[in-house]
């Protein structure tokens, strides 16, 4: 059974987009059927970090009606699989939101893993990534400011019927961190599933539009994503359940999320 994520943060800078990278690559590493998607139709970053800024069919035109989402599917080297967006006004001004929810129930189709990098904050398109995945994985930095905004988006999740599966906390350092993963467990929660340590090797991997994982698999960085990809491939997934206590699927939930109003 597919399961589908949606990487989510409070604000931009967190390191959502390289979180979602080196996830799914180290899923997709592990032996793991993986797709990501950048649902961040107006800022898009994901095709930008891993080399596919030049794709003529992106999730942008697939929206946009002009081709099918299988041909917006890319593969790369590691055996990840992504769907970018595409970078250009012109292709955000033709793109239809209302249609995501549509390409995302063909996505789960011979897919274990299904990463959704969401657009960060709170708005309109962000909304359905959250209320349709299995999880939301939260990315926030050791800071009140990060915490404080991804609060709102764990309650925002809530709202709309989704579940917030953990917290990644990333770029931590002994000089940064501020509150203690404990801590920052309490604030949120929900589990801290992973500590990112901060590390310049993520840097250095993004100038050559490499995931760390790859790069520089021994790297602190590189490490911490292992685990967590790791963690949650050995995680079994636990079903939502609906009012009478019936587990709902993506499928049911996709549907709930386009029929319902959210």
């Known amino acids: 059974m597919t399961k589908v994520f949606t990487i989510a943060s409070g604000k931009g800078g967190t390191g959502k987009t390289m979180t979602t990278a080196n996830l799914g690559t180290a899923l997709a590493l592990l032996g793991k059927r993986t797709i990501i998607l950048d649902a961040d139709i107006g800022m898009a970053n994901l095709g930008l970090v891993l080399g596919l800024e030049k794709s003529k069919i992106t999730l942008h035109e697939v929206l946009a009606g002009k081709a099918d989402i299988q041909q917006a599917i890319y593969e790369l080297p590691t055996g990840l699989r992504v769907v970018p967006s595409g970078i250009s006004l012109q292709g955000f001004q033709n793109a239809d939101p209302d249609r995501l929810q549509f390409v995302m129930s063909k996505l789960v189709t011979g897919a274990d893993y299904v990463l959704i990098d969401a657009p960060a904050g709170i708005s309109k398109d962000g909304v359905i990534p959250l209320a349709i995945a299995d999880?939301?994985?939260?990315?926030?930095n050791p800071e009140l400011s990060s915490l404080a905004d991804a609060v709102k988006i764990k309650v925002l999740t809530e709202m709309v019927g989704g579940a917030v599966g953990g917290v990644v906390l990333n770029r931590a350092?002994?000089?940064?961190?501020?509150?203690?993963?404990?801590?920052?467990?309490?604030?949120?929660?929900?589990?801290?599933?992973?500590v990112i340590p901060e590390d310049a090797s993520v840097r250095r991997a993004a100038a050559f539009k490499t995931p760390v994982v790859v790069m520089y698999p021994d790297s602190p960085a590189a490490k911490g994503f292992k685990k967590l990809a790791a963690k949650i491939a050995g995680t079994k997934a636990v079903p939502m359940e609906t009012a009478d206590g019936k587990s709902e699927s993506f499928i049911d939930r996709l549907a709930r999320s386009i029929f319902g109003g959210v």
């Open 173 to 194: 350092s002994a000089e940064k961190t501020m509150l203690t993963s404990q801590k920052i467990g309490q604030i949120m929660g929900a589990e801290v599933l992973e």
């Open 135 to 140: 999880e939301v994985l939260l990315v926030v």
